[in-house]
Nanobody
Framework: QVQLVESGGGLVQAGGSLRLSCAASGRTFSMYAMGWFRQAPGKEREFVAAISWSGARTFYADPVKGRFTISRDNAKNTAYLQMNSLKPEDTAVYYC??????????????????????WGQGTQVTVSS
């Protein structure tokens, strides 16, 4: 079992940057693919980015391509989401998630909420205009 704890959220002005962290418990973190999702008030949870167990494969949602970067440090049991050029529409609660399959073959797999076995509690990101 994996427990996930997000941190790094906060209030930032448009154009600013934040780096989210997702700390995982357990010794099997390196076996999991990791994903980041977000949910704005009144909206469904949506995919942001995903990374394979080795870090070799990444996927991004179109709205964040070129602005967000997902990464991981298996030695620290931590995944990251670097968010640059933030926009007010990026405001949401951001969740990290772990997929025991270790890697996603397609973007569709990476995007599916049902692909993931474990979820964190979320961290709020607010971007002011």
């Amino acid at each position: 079992q994996v427990q996930l704890v997000e941190s790094g959220g906060g209030l930032v002005q448009a154009g600013g940057s934040l780096r989210l962290s997702c700390a995982a418990s357990g010794r099997t973190f390196s076996m999991y693919a990791m994903g980041w999702f977000r949910q704005a008030p009144g909206k469904e949870r949506e995919f942001v980015a995903a990374i394979s167990w080795s870090g070799a494969r990444t996927f991004y949602a179109d709205p964040v391509k070129g602005r967000f970067t997902i990464s991981r440090d298996n030695a620290k049991n931590t995944a990251y989401l670097q968010m640059n050029s933030l926009k007010p529409e990026d405001t949401a609660v951001y969740y990290c998630a772990a997929d025991a399959r270790g890697s996603h073959i397609t973007l569709a797999q990476a995007m599916a909420v049902m692909s993931y076995d474990y979820w964190g509690q979320g961290t709020q990101v607010t971007v002011s205009s």
